[in-house]
Each structure stands twice: as C-alpha cells, then as structure tokens.
C-alpha cells in the first residue's frame, strides 16, 4: 500500500453525524483539512496497523509527512520481515505519541548498529553505562569519573535524551554551576562571620550567654562550609561527558559531541613560588602563603634536614628521598625492600599506597611513565642505610608483635605508613622546624627545582620525577632558585662588552675621593717633570717607583 491523501472536515448533517470527507464545502481552499494513512507491516501476531496523521492545513505538507513515512520503510528490504517490523514498531509508536516522524539518518544509523528504535535513552542512563563499561580503569580514576556523574552531570542533564543533547544544555549547566558557586561563597562568608561574632562574645553573663545560644542556634541553620567547583573541576566534568560522548559516537548513538565545542575559561595551574626573604616578611606578617604551591631554597631544604637530624627523626630517610628524589607520597609509602638495588644504587617504583576516602589501596604509579627506576646518590644511599638500620632496631624492639609489611618505610611496629597520617606527620615536623609552610607534595617540587637549579638536563628531570612528557616538567617546575637565577643574570650581563660612557656612574661620595686623587696624581707628575728638565735638556722620561696601587670601587652592574 503505497499510502492515501484525503480532505475531512468537523461539520456534521442535521442529525448530528459528522460528514467528513462528504461535506460540500471541502472543495473551499481553506475549509477543512488533510489526511494521510500508510499501511506498516504487520505486527509480531500478524495483526495489521496503518500509521495516520491528521490536521494539516495543506495538502504538500501532507505528503511530505507521507513521504518520509515511506522512506523510513526503504530502510530494509521487503525480505527482513524482522526489520520491518522494527520498523513498523517505531512508526506505530511515533503515530501513538504524535512525536515528529523521524529523521532517515538518524534512523538508518540506529537500524544498522542494531540500536532499538522505539525505546531512548538518556544522557543520566548512557553516562552510568559508559561508567560500567571501564573496567580497565583505575580505581582513583573511576572514582573521579563517579562523582562528576553523580554530583553534576546527572542532576543538570541527566534527563535529557542523549541524541537531544545540545551545546546550550552544557553551556547551561555550566552557567549553573558559577552561579552556584556565587551562593556558595556568600554562604561561606556568612557562616565565617558569625563564626568569629561568636569568638568575640565573652563567656561570663547572662545577656552574654543568651546571645551566644542564639547565635549558635542561627550558625546550626546555616549550610555547612562548602568548597566551590573551581576552574580545574569544571574543565575535568568537560572532559568526562566530552569523553562519554565520544563513545556514544563510537557506537553510533549520536553523531554530534556536544561537549567538545563548550568553551570554558582557561584553568590556570597555581605557580610554584620560591619562599624568598621578602615573602617570609610578608607571609609572617598577614599569615597568608603568596601561592599555594610553595617552593624552599636548597638553603631551606638543608635546614629542614638538618633539623629532622637533630631530633632523631626515624623517617629521615623517607623525607630525604622525597626531598633530593622527587617520590611522590604514595610512592614513598610503597616502597618495598625488594624495590632497592644495593649493587645499582637504584630504586624501582613499581607500586604506591593511595586513598580512597580514607581507605588505603595498594596499585601500580599514576602513569605508565611513574615505573621508573630512580638512581640514588652517594648521599641518599647511606641514608636509606641508616634507615634500614634503624627498622632493624625497631624489629628486635618489637618482637613477635612486629609486622613484616616489606615496606621500607613503615610505622613503629613495621605496619605500613597511612599516606593521610604521613601528611600531618610533615606538616608538624614543618611547624616544628620555625620553617615557612610548605605541603609535603611541595617536597617534590623542591626535587625539581634542586635538579634544576643544579643544570640537570630537563628530560633527565623529568624521568626522575615519571613524568610522562617533558612539557609537563618545564610547565609545572620551571621555578629555579633566586640565587642560580641572579648568577644566570651576571652571567649575561658580563658577556657583552660596556664601553666606558655606558659603565654606571660614581656616586657623589666616590666621585669627591676620585676627584682627589686625581688632583694628587696630576701635581705629582707636574712636580716630577719639573724636577727632571732641570737636570736634563731635550726628551725627558720619568718613573715613579714609589708610586702606590689605588684600588678603585668595583664597577657595579645593575640588576
């Protein structure tokens, strides 16, 4: 059946019975409207149905519908009778819900991948089976990926169907998500403030006590501390639903990625400062670090060494490692007896201890790149002695109740080190040591900038540190010490010739003592060829053998 046009109208006979397509007024242009009726294939029970669209105004726009029903028909051929009832599915469900008849693209593509056709699925439903479907993923990573989909990705695009997916809905959300920010902070500000009202009432009083009670009760009322979705978080929920999508793509659910034409402001990772003089004057005066990522000077670094020396500090040897090696926390805390090699001077990073939550799990280095062997020093290799030493002491100590973890650097009793407590545990040992803050990941940048700061070649850095692109070495770590930059600055200055009119002037003390000496100098000579053309006629020589080396300043060169 190739499908029929027809004209109906609403007007009814003197008996009440609606003429439809006999009403004489039907040949009026504008009376009535247009009709069409296609026959599907049968249903799985061979029972028929026809799909039927009414109510247009004209009858080409009635027939383009016609035409598209028919053409979704050509999808198969007339031989795949489980095809065509596929498709004789969708179009009955289309015709049911009065949706718009599909698109033949869209369509074919589901068809051909084997996706169903009268069923859609969501943004929300796709993102948890894309989720399910990592199983080669780490933990930590999947984790990530968890909580992008669970706190934001479902709660602002989760119903919409995935092939309706647009760039203004993610433009949408993330619009969404400043602006909660902005109540985030506000709500921060307020709980902050009546925080420190509550410290500045006194404890004594009736009127004191009462007021405090209040202000406790309006502070219980108040959101809790929350942190908002920064820059770096919003361009990595980018980068899951951008690479959700590109599977879906992958699949044929879709044929757009939405995501990867949202702009977002750049993410610009924090600076890695060096603690100068003038920034311990300052931090010391208002308390606050000039970045997050703070850097010591090799100056610093020996203090700090020299102070977990001085107390005995039975992890030395971990901080020592991490300070002139760059190991990251996880990998310190992992790293097994068996991972040293005496004869090569040598470390293999081959597994760390990480969280999840507070959950310590055991796996392989963030990257591929993290496997790495890492050479020791002379320096570092007789402190890893020492250490070794040290837990043998422990052992005997301890006795049967020793725990034989394997680990090089462990608890007291042998059990391994709790990446979270090895944290507090530095930020103490900091606070102690009278040093400016600094994170114990910050550790690993003063490796860096030491390494660097010595003239170490980057890429050798940068496979000390397992990073897995040198890019990332000269991005993050590029901080070299003031004093290694100030002798790269007189370095420079000192290769280009200065002739005398461009030498930096005298200031006014020294020009009066130049000035008599010059004087000096000048009616010493005149005196001295006097002297000589009395007692000689013609060509006069004269030396002063008695005549003193002036040591004049040292010529200054601006920084």
Not at 125 to 142: D, T, V, Y
Not at 172 to 181: C, L, T
Not at 350 to 377: C, F, H, M
Not at 514 to 523: G, K, R, T, W, Y
């Amino acid at each position: 059946m190739n499908g029929t046009i027809s004209k109906r109208c609403g007007c009814r006979d003197a008996d009440g019975k609606q003429l439809n397509g006999s009403c004489s007024k039907l040949k009026q242009r504008q009376h009535g409207y247009w009709t069409f009726v296609q026959e599907l294939p049968p249903r799985e029970d061979e029972t028929r149905r026809r799909f039927r669209r009414t109510g247009y105004a004209k009858r080409k726009d009635a027939e383009n519908d016609l035409d598209k029903v028919r053409s979704l028909l050509t999808i198969t051929n007339k031989d795949d009778t489980e095809g065509r009832r596929r498709l004789g599915d969708l179009l009955e469900s289309v015709a049911a819900s009065k949706d718009a008849i599909p698109d033949y693209e869209t369509t074919k593509r589901k068809f051909t991948t084997g996706q169903s056709l009268t069923t859609h699925i969501t943004v929300g439903e796709w993102l948890e089976q894309w989720l399910a479907g990592k199983n080669a993923l780490r933990k930590k990573g999947k984790d990530r990926y968890e909580n992008d989909i669970r706190l934001h990705l479902k709660p602002q695009i989760g119903h919409i169907r995935l092939d309706r997916l647009t760039v203004a809905h993610l433009d949408e959300m993330f619009a969404g998500i400043a602006e909660a920010n902005i109540e985030i902070n506000d709500a921060n500000v307020l709980r902050r403030t009546a925080l420190d009202e509550l410290q500045q009432i006194p404890w004594k009083g009736q009127e004191n006590r009462r007021r405090r009670k209040a202000l406790k009760e309006s502070i219980a009322a108040m959101p809790p501390f929350r942190r908002v979705t920064g820059v770096s978080t919003q361009h990595r929920i980018k980068t899951t639903v951008r690479a959700a999508l590109n599977v879906a793509v992958a699949r044929g659910l879709i044929v757009f990625n939405a995501a990867a034409h949202v702009e977002l402001a750049a993410a610009k990772r924090p600076k890695a400062l060096v603690w100068t003089d003038e920034r311990i004057s300052e931090w010391l005066r208002t308390g606050e670090k000039p970045s997050p990522v703070m850097v010591w000077t090799p100056e610093q670094a020996g203090q700090f060494l020299d102070f977990l020396a001085g107390i005995e500090e039975r992890l030395y040897g971990l901080y020592h490692v991490i300070t002139f090696r760059g190991l990251r926390r996880g990998e310190a805390c992992g790293l097994r007896k068996t991972d040293r090699n005496r004869a090569q001077k040598t470390l293999t990073i081959a597994t760390q201890l990480v969280l999840d939550g507070w959950e310590v799990i055991e796996n392989a280095p963030k990257t591929d790149s993290g496997e790495r062997v890492v050479v020791l020093d002379d320096y570092t290799d007789e402190a890893l002695d020492e250490q070794e030493l040290r837990q043998e002491a422990e052992r005997l100590e301890w006795g049967e109740a020793w725990v034989d973890s394997g680990r090089m650097f462990t608890m007291p009793d042998g059990s391994p080190i709790h990446p979270g407590w090895l944290t507090d545990h530095f930020e103490r040992l900091v606070e102690l040591s009278g040093l400016p803050p600094i994170r114990l990941h910050d550790l690993r940048h003063v490796a860096a900038s030491l390494m660097l700061a010595a003239g170490v070649d980057v890429k050798i850095v940068s496979e000390t540190l397992g990073h897995s692109d040198t890019r990332i070495t000269r991005d993050i770590y590029q901080s070299v010490m003031p004093k290694a930059a100030q002798e790269a600055a007189e370095a420079t200055a000192a290769i280009v010739p200065r002739g005398a009119a461009r030498r930096p002037k005298p200031t006014t003390g020294e020009q009066a003592v130049l000035d008599q000496i010059a004087e000096l100098v000048i009616d010493k000579a005149v005196a001295d060829v006097a002297e000589a053309a009395v007692e000689q006629d013609g060509h006069t020589m004269a030396t002063h053998e008695g005549a003193k080396i002036i040591a004049f300043p040292p010529r200054r060169v601006r920084a």
